[in-house]
């Protein structure tokens, strides 16, 4: 990493964290390394505490062009410490909500509102200190947007149509959005909790529950984490059989999301098919893996179980079947015009500012960052199949929708590569204890997905999960201003985030 | 978009045959509600979905039952976008405390006589996510529950076999033939 190799090699590199290196950095080097993101020279790709017997926080880094990955990890002996979200705002929602679980105090910080906790949960500082308080909800002070005519309408958290709970403040002048802000942790489980102290095995069911449409990606990013920790490697038909699974999640969603878009623009012909092709895929998977939504089936050292019998075949009549069908609806999408003139042009987020955000996924890659962490730093099977990762740079509804139908492409051939090279031998290795550190990465349908461990043996001593919503989230803030109120259902559609996901 | 509209009519629906409710979500209904109230809510149903803290997984499912192979409404049961029209609260999800008090109001808006399902296993008693700060636990913690529909998540044929339990009086009429 030879940007940030200077600053980071002022630190002192961590023994038994695999396989990307933790520094513990002076407060000097912290701070330069967030002045380097900030200006644009490495990406935020996770911060988060830790409040074991040393209190510190940790600051994940990418480098873009090499896939360079490494960990900052300050100590915190007061509690403190200086601000990322002063230098970089994408920081700020993970700070307040270091601050809110863990009780370390970001110091300098821009905004320090809580961020997850409301004041229902009878503790303070759950994955720190702990204390038990009295429950004392308090009023939550919304960003003022101040002008003649504007008025406010506050949506959620309970939405029109069966999706997650969220609160969304629209500050709106006539029909236009002048301010959005998103008030999320409604579905705050605490999850992270739950998973210090608990074995492996509970761990991943815990990971494989963060969030739902994600369950794959969920579990193969934790099974990287815990076994680079223990210095294994899952063999080679187990991690064939994830990719299988991650890319009919992939294949699921983004069907799925096609047509709830288009929906949302009131165009329901485009749901109705493509909720048959997303059917016509759980319903494969279901026959394959034995569960629908594939929960379960990764775990650390390999999978649950091999691939069924006929699996092979029920997959290449599914990939038969969308090769069909798909291609038709994709025309039927892109001659239109009455949908395209909802979709296009609408809800735009800015080449910028996804960079400076790192924002992954179709969000990402509709306005120009063609990251995906299949190709960097790259994992198997990926780095032998041949695929490539679609980027346009409108930034719109529309773009995010063509992403999405190249991914499906995509993945529709990946999944013939990894039917046609599959390798065989057995599906698991047996996990032996370790006392290592590990990160993990995954590609998920919605973008990258971040897992850290430290073990004990075998259960976790603290695991930290990263959803790709972190990074999303603020965009669509951003996406919805200028728009009518009415348009934000599609926008927000076309983002589709993970509330569960974020909230943990 | 003419091709695709002409290729429906000519094709086999694809709709399938409907399930019979499922046993165990009869006779649970049967010891929970009078009959006074089956009658009153009659033969259509309109369905509120309260997800109140779940992961995502219990939605996607129930999503699924308004494709074409369930059409949730041939039995006369619909989603509708305001618990004040509601008969029927479907409810995910271990209840966050965040969540506790917007299950509650959601409930306290919809008008009696009313039903509350208890969808996936995190809603029967808050599964994987019991005993976490940040969890009361199951639906009947908050708010009383009439019906469970156990899975994680219950697959559509699951959560279509006990909402037609809620049904069956007069199951016969309402479930037509394909
Ligand atoms: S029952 Fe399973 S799928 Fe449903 S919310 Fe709970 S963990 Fe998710």
Known sequence: MPVLADILAQGQRVVGHRPWPRYQVTPEAWNQAASAIAAGRASLFGLWGDTGAAPMVNMAIIEESSGDI?????????????????????AIRLERAIHSLCGLEPVGAPDTRPWLDFGFWNVKHPLGECAPVAAAPGAYAFLPAEGAALHQIPVGPVHAGTIEPGHFRFTASGETVVRLEERLGYVHKGIESLMAGATIERAAQLAARASGDSTVAY?????????????????????????????????????????????????????????????????????????????????????????????????????????????????????????????????????????????????????????????????????????????????????????????????????????????????????????????????????????????????????????????????????????????????????????????? | MRRTLFESLTRRPLTETPPTADNAALAELAASLDRAARQRLGRSLAIREVDAGSCNGCELEIHALNNAFYDLERFGLRFVASPRHADVLLVTGPVTRNMREALERTFNATPEPKWVVAVGRCAADGGVFAGSYAVVGGVDAVIPADLHIAGCPPTPLQLLQGLLALLAPRRDRVAPQP
Not at chain 1, 72 to 90: E, I, N, T, Y
Not at chain 1, 260 to 274: K, T
Not at chain 1, 400 to 416: D, K
Request: proline letters at 5%; charged letters at 20%.
């Open chain 1, 219 to 504: 579990g193969i990013a934790f099974a990287h984490a815990v076994e680079a920790a223990l210095g294994i490697e899952a063999p080679a038909r187990a991690r064939y059989v994830r990719a299988l699974m991650a890319e009919l999640e992939r294949l699921a969603n983004h069907l799925g999301d096609i047509g709830a878009i288009c929906n949302d623009a009131a165009f329901a012909l485009m749901q109705a098919h493509c909720a048959v092709l997303r059917e016509e895929v759980l319903r494969a998977a279901a026959r394959s893996f034995g569960h629908r939504l594939m929960m379960d089936r990764v775990v650390p050292g390999g999978v649950a179980a091999d691939l069924h019998a006929d699996g092979p075949n029920v997959i290449r009549a599914l990939l038969q079947d969308i090769r069909l069908r798909f291609p038709r609806l994709v025309e039927l999408y892109d001659n239109t015009a009455s949908l395209q003139d909802r979709t296009a042009a609408a809800g735009v987020v800015s080449v910028d500012l996804v960079r400076r955000f790192a924002a992954s996924g179709y969000i990402g890659r509709a306005s120009g960052r063609g990251f995906d962490a299949r190709k960097t730093p790259g994992y198997a099977p990926y780095d032998r199949l041949d695929f490539t990762v679609p980027v346009l740079t409108e930034g719109d509804v529309d773009a995010r929708i063509w992403i999405r139908v190249r991914e499906v492409e995509q993945s529709l051939q990946l999944i013939e590569q990894i039917l046609a090279t599959l390798p065989g031998g057995p599906v698991a290795t047996a996990l032996e204890g370790g006392d290592g550190e590990g990160l993990g990465l995954a590609e998920g349908f919605r973008g990258d997905v971040l897992a850290w461990v430290r073990l004990d043996g075998l259960s976790v001593v603290r695991c930290h999960l990263r959803d790709p919503s972190w990074f999303q989230w603020p965009l669509l803030e951003s996406a919805v201003e200028g728009n009518i109120v009415a348009d934000f259902p599609l926008c927000n559609k076309s983002f589709n985030c993970s509330y569960s996901g974020h909230d943990l």
């Open chain 1, 70 to 90: 490494a960990v900052a990890s300050l100590a915190c002996p007061m509690r403190k410490f200086p601000s990322v979200g002063a230098l970089h705002p994408p």
